[in-house]
């Protein structure tokens, strides 16, 4: 039921990334959430069984970025296959964060907190740079597949 | 910058709700997510300013619903309004929490850990209860607007 009843929830696709000991590490969340404006402060959750945990957990700085639809396939890379990093989609950005080129933006924090309940971890983090860019539509995951945002007055 | 990117990333539509002295309180949220599945987690974040916060703050369970797109106006009402539970919209739920009727589903659950930074507040809620609604499309805000989510190839 619960399960069912966030399939039901749709969500914005972003993808976090960290260096961790010269490696860059990163992955599909779809739970990040802004927590303030002022001072700018998201959160996200993640599994501590994740590969990219140990980097997460041992780093001072982060990136978070918001992706569009034509990220669709940065999306997939970052969820499902090992080769994340292997090609020229990326670049070292401020404080040794991998930056992911042509997303819709992208911030870099500092971790203020990890909170681990038992497999899973809430991680706050506190922006200190970042950088907007193309605006397009965001993508969204919904029942198990991605879609985009329309206006309610839009018949479909 | 923050807020822009916040603007660009869509995010389902829930409506958290607590009872607090026998007095309903709730608003509508965007930062709902799941934090696992076993056990049910999920985490929100909200302003400790919210007319809602001292009840947040002081009991022991709460409820999130998910809204659908029928739901535009109940999303309204308690983001807008003061008088959010006046109507016969809701009945009283398990451990006495508010539920909304005619929703995509709700939740119900313990508080774990309300974690606050400075105005803010990370809540983690256990899940204890809930039900799933009637299966249709989720609402969306993205943009300052509400809206829905479509296939992407669906062309728009």
Request: charged share 20%.
């Amino acid at each position: 039921m619960f399960k069912e009843m966030f399939r039901r929830h749709a969500a914005g696709v972003a993808i976090i990334t960290v260096n961790y000991n010269g490696h860059p590490f990163g992955f599909t969340a779809t739970s990040v959430a802004s927590l303030s404006a002022e001072p700018p402060r998201f959160t996200f959750n993640m599994a501590r069984s994740s590969s990219s945990w140990p980097a997460v957990a041992n780093s001072a700085y982060i990136g978070v970025h918001m992706l569009g639809l034509e990220n669709r396939e940065l999306a997939d890379r970052f969820a499902r296959t090992r080769n994340r990093f292997e090609g020229d989609h990326w670049a070292e950005g401020p404080h040794g964060v991998p930056i992911l080129k042509d997303v819709a933006g992208w911030l870099v924090g500092k971790v203020q907190m990890r909170l681990s309940f038992e497999n899973n971890a809430v991680v706050v983090v506190e922006v200190v740079d970042g950088e907007v860019g193309g605006n397009g539509s965001p993508l969204l995951y919904h029942s198990g597949a991605y879609s985009q945002p329309v206006p309610l007055d839009y018949e479909i």
